[in-house]
Structures are given as structure tokens and as C-alpha cells.
């Protein structure tokens, strides 16, 4: 008996290649492939009622969904702090690639290989006054790798430059007037990281100031299949718009207060994630309407679960 093929769950109504939004990037990996990135000006999905859970993720909703993280700043709010996304994957599952395509075109996102205190503070000024507002780090766990107490250092000054900010390091006269730094911050780390890193990130308070967003790829097979048919693999069509005048109303209603607090129900802790959250879905709510920007969200929310996501690329 032949079974029927399966009836995709989205689809692309529309695709217009005329937009002047229309770009076509490319960029080499560590495993020599070429990926793909496209912004169409419109994209409209067909989506099925059951998809509002599910354990898959599809690449396109991870990368919208940091790049909202990246302009959650223009939401309109009292609660300053940014916050951090930590993006939890096994080696070669393409963190840094995501995050890469997330940031690369906001010239206000600044993607970083390493830090230390004095690049921080020689960043400062930048980030006081908007030149950067998110630091991307595609290998966080790289920051350890250096004598525990420097890394201790730098650690508490994230910690700081995402929630109250970062106003001087321990070197500079602390009699002179300065204003707190602030800014978000994306990093990818791998699960044995983050198993280490655990306790010791919620006894210092680290851990309080993070979401953790945990996936493995749906199809490991796909780089190999990629290089075998010598075709690049594309992570889907995403939009990317930043607002003229620089703010983003708020506009969360009651019943999806009840929605973000079940998605972030399994994350080590709630405050922070409940912000960037709602913060994020405002965001996608402005880019798309209302029904396109759940899809997103709740696409996204399967990484948020203690099981995590099966990345769709």
C-alpha cells in the first residue's frame, strides 16, 4: 500500500522577488557549505490548527525570533533591562551560524569571537550611547577558557551589562561620573556547558538574567546531504524591518500573558524570560499580524521546553 504524501504544515502563498527588500546573502560555514538567506518584503503562511504545539522548530522562527530579541529595545516600557538568550546545541548543530544570520544586518549588533574586562570597557561608550545595543557571541563558552577568576570578571559584567548595566570596571577611578552601559546579549553554548555552568550561573544570579533555548537538528543528515548534492542549504525567509521612529508599542493582551507564562514554565527561572518574552512577541505583533506572529512565537516556544527542539533546517 503507498502511503499519501504528507500535507506540509506551511506554505508560501506569496513570494515577491520584486521587493526591493529582497536580498540574497551568502556565507561560508565551518563544515564549507554556503547558506542561504532571503527577506522578502511578504511572506504569507497556510497554517494548520494543530500546529500551535509541536516539538519541531522551524530555522526561519529562530532566527526572527533573535532578531526581535535584538529590537525588543524600541518597546515602549518601563523595564529597561534587555536581558540574554543563551542558544544551547550540540557541536555542529549551527548556533553560530543562527546567530550570525539573526545580527549581520543591524548595524547596532556587534558579533564577537571573545572579550575581556578592558575590550568591555573600551566598548562602553558605544554602548551608552547606541552605537551597539546587542553583542552576539557564537561560541559564549569561549569566554571560560582562560584563568576562572578573569573569567568570573567578565562573567559579572554581563551579568551586569544586561539587567542594572555596566558602569566602570574595577580599574577605573570610581569618583568619576560615568552612565551604565546596557545592551542584550546572544550566545551559543554547547550542553555540556551549560550542565557545568548550571548551578554556579543561578547562585550568582547570571542564570536569572538568560533564557536557555535548547534544540538539536530534525535532520543531522542534511550538511552531509548538502555537500553531497553540492547545493547550499537555506534557512527559510525571514523579515527584518526596524520601526522609523525607534519605538514599538506594547501590546501584549491578557490571554497572552497566560501563553508566555506557560512557554517559559520550564526555564530555570521566570522574571526575565516573562520581559523578554513579552517584549519579543510585541515586536513580531508589529512586524506581521497577529496570527503569523503566534506561529512564530509559539514555533519557538518548543526550544524553551526542558525536552527542547528538533531544528528544521
Not at 550611547?129 to 573569567?151: I, Q, V, W
Amino acid at each position: 500500500m503507498v502511503k499519501p504524501p504528507k500535507t506540509p504544515r506551511y506554505s508560501l502563498d506569496s513570494f515577491p522577488s520584486s521587493s526591493p527588500f529582497f536580498q540574497t546573502l551568502f556565507l561560508f560555514s565551518s563544515q564549507a557549505l554556503i547558506f542561504n538567506k532571503t527577506f522578502p518584503e511578504t511572506i504569507s503562511y497556510t497554517v494548520s490548527p494543530e500546529s500551535s504545539r509541536r516539538a519541531f522548530l522551524r530555522a526561519s522562527s529562530m532566527i526572527e525570533v533573535l532578531s526581535a530579541f535584538h529590537q525588543s529595545k524600541y518597546v515602549v516600557g518601563d523595564f529597561e533591562q534587555r536581558g540574554g538568550v543563551m542558544i544551547c546545541a550540540p557541536p555542529g548543530a549551527l548556533k553560530s551560524t543562527i546567530i550570525k544570520l539573526s545580527l549581520e544586518d543591524y548595524p547596532d549588533a556587534l558579533l564577537l569571537s571573545d572579550l575581556n574586562v578592558n575590550t568591555l570597557t573600551q566598548l562602553k561608550n558605544s554602548l551608552i550611547d547606541g552605537r551597539y545595543n546587542t553583542l552576539g557571541f557564537g561560541e559564549f563558552e569561549k569566554l571560560y577558557k582562560r584563568n576562572p577568576a578573569t573569567a568570573a570578571n567578565i562573567e559579572a559584567h554581563i551579568q551586569a551589562l544586561v539587567e542594572e548595566g555596566f558602569s566602570r570596571a574595577s580599574f577605573e577611578d570610581q569618583r568619576l561620573p560615568t552612565f551604565a552601559a546596557r545592551c542584550a546579549v546572544v550566545g551559543g553554548i554547547t550542553p555540556s556547558c551549560y550542565a557545568k555552568r548550571f548551578n554556579g550561573w543561578l547562585e550568582s544570579g547570571f542564570g536569572r538574567r538568560f533564557m536557555f533555548c535548547s534544540y538539536t537538528l530534525a535532520n543531522p543528515d542534511a550538511i552531509m546531504n548538502a555537500i553531497e548534492r553540492w547545493k547550499h542549504i537555506s534557512f527559510g525567509k525571514v523579515i527584518l524591518t526596524a520601526p522609523g521612529n525607534k519605538k514599538i508599542p506594547y501590546s501584549i493582551e491578557q490571554n497572552e500573558h497566560r501563553m508566555i507564562k506557560r512557554a517559559i514554565s520550564n526555564q530555570p527561572t521566570h522574571e526575565g524570560p516573562f520581559i523578554m518574552c513579552k517584549k519579543i512577541l510585541c515586536v513580531l505583533k508589529w512586524r506581521h499580524n497577529r496570527k503569523k506572529a503566534m506561529d512564530i512565537f509559539l514555533d519557538f516556544a518548543e526550544c524553551l521546553e526542558s525536552k527542547g527542539a528538533a531544528l528544521e533546517i
